[in-house]
């Protein structure tokens, strides 16, 4: 094959896997198609993408002069590389952490979700917590997820802790100060996942104690989603 024809051949094929790439995402989040038939896009995205850099490859290596004749190449390759690696890596990440979805600062006793579970009742996971089946997961995977302690009375720990959720572009769904208790759901980019937050003040002697929970509403493992967040929200609370 011509490699003018060739570098169009690995262009077309790059760009119909970023497309895919693209759209599993966006179709699940507009409720086009079921998860499944996003992840089979997201599967088949990075299969073309594999098959692009490989035609781009090739024809790079057997271009001449190098130059700006391979230039086509480059971009299909670069391209490529982006539709194959971020499938790729999202699976490299699932892999290198436990297949669970609820993570919480308090494994023994975990915040409880009240003003959330209407929003939940057709989530294909429980709000319940499984108990040592994933805290000892949890605790092997992430054991820098730990109650937070602040030397300022509840009160003020709790305007703190509000404050904190609202900054991390959460939807807030109730604020109980009596209770202590903060409920959000977070929205995640890509998919659109729901995961859900509860965060709980207490009176710790003579200042506080701040436990967080994140639980998603789908998917046996949450890719290490929940336990990102909690960290970035104990940084912003710290903060």
């Known amino acids: 094959m011509p490699p003018r024809r060739t570098a169009i051949l690995a262009l077309v094929v790059a ?19 079921t998860l499944r038939t996003a992840f089979s896009m997201l599967r088949w995205g990075a299969y073309l993408g594999v098959v692009a850099a490989i035609v781009a490859l090739i024809g790079m290596l057997t271009t001449r002069p190098v130059g700006r004749a391979s230039a086509p190449f480059a971009v299909a390759l670069l391209l490529a590389l982006v539709a194959a690696g971020l499938p790729w890596s999202w699976k490299q990440k699932a892999g290198n952490v436990p297949p669970i979805h609820d993570i919480t600062t308090d ?47 509840p009160a003020q720990a709790f305007g703190r802790a509000r404050e904190a959720a609202e900054s991390m572009g959460w939807e807030m769904v109730a604020a109980d100060s009596s209770a202590g208790r903060i409920e959000a759901t977070a929205t995640t980019r890509w998919f659109g996942f729901k995961d859900d937050v509860v965060i709980r003040v207490r009176p710790a002697g003579v200042g506080s104690r701040v436990d967080v929970r994140s639980v998603s509403r789908v998917g046996g493992s949450d890719v290490g989603a929940n336990a990102e967040r909690i960290r970035a929200y104990v940084q912003r609370l710290g903060a």
């Open 107 to 153: 494994t023994q006793d975990p915040p409880t979700f009240v003003a959330v579970l209407p929003l939940r009742a057709t989530a294909r996971n429980s709000a319940t917590y499984a108990g040592d089946s994933i805290a000892v997961q949890q605790r092997a995977a992430y054991p820098d997820v730990i109650p937070v302690q602040l030397a300022i009375p």
């Open 15 to 33: 760009i119909v896997a970023l497309v895919l790439l693209a759209a599993s995402g966006f179709g699940y989040r507009s409720e086009l198609w």
